[in-house]
């Protein structure tokens, strides 16, 4: 299935955390402080292709036609040797990545992209997963990218934390989460196409290290996710909103409490914030969440979406505005190519 002995192709969808991972307790094998939850996308996908090329000396490694450089290329190429050393086998690999996204912008670009990678780089170097160990193996390439192995909803678990790094690093994956129908989309504002400033993962580092809003924010989290599950099960879209709207605020104020502050929030994206709290004054369940970026997503009924979109669009005139729905996790091509 999927592609010929040694190669295979896979596409993945990014997700949107409505309950927020921000923190990690283990570094090396990102396992975070707390559980989040997320809503995968139907637009944005990234196509992987990952072709073994034995008697290579290197990994060969195309991002949209280009050669990947810098960080990218050292992320991906440490997560092919993760794979190499689970499937016992050396050889160095051709990846060719397309990615629809803006990358490094707070749009979950790592999140599809290396819940492709996993999906097509176990297959092509013949790893037999289960959807539970390749969302770990995901989460090994970028703690967010765990969750897009699925679709629609999706929990990922902080995992144990007292036992072994092995016990821990089993435990920690994402799965499915139960929804009673909601017919949600996500307006998703491109404030700024750019790459951010800082990256989620010294962003992270920092903020636990030094926010003293931290420890609260990853406390009321536990219980946002508690809320958030009981909402989703009785299909009730103001809940589901209004807890991803504080859980998202929230974890922006530790990141503007750290020291020195990490603020991801741009001029741009407090109008839209504020077009928003238009929206919901005029009688429109409309509610935002931000991620590492400036972008804002805003959740709404697929009935409404339009509208919203419209509303943001003349909030910021010229900046690009999508709509989402629930999308599907990610899956092998069926034929390679
Ligand atoms: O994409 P990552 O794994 O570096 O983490 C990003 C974290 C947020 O997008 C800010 C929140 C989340 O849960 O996706």
Redesign the pocket.
Known sequence: RGSGAGTATAVAHPNI?LV???GKRDERLFLPRTD?L?MTLDIFPTTTRVRLAPGAEHDTLTFNGAPATGEARRRIAAFLDLVRERAALGHRAVVDTVNTVPTGA?L?S??SGFAALAVAAAAAYGLALDATALSRLARRG????SRSLFGDFAVWHAGVSAGTAEQADLSSYAEPVHAAPLDPALVIAVVDAGPKAVS??EAMRRTVGTSPLYEPWAHSSGADLADMRAALGRGDLEAVGEIAERNALGMHATMLAARPAVRYMSPASLTVLDSVLQLRREGTAAYATM??GPNVKVLCRRADAQRVAAAVRSAVPGRAVHIAGPGPGARLLSEDG
């Open positions: 955390a927020k991972y921000w989040s997320s707070g979950a790592s999140a970028s703690g967010s990218a989620s993962r991620d590492a």
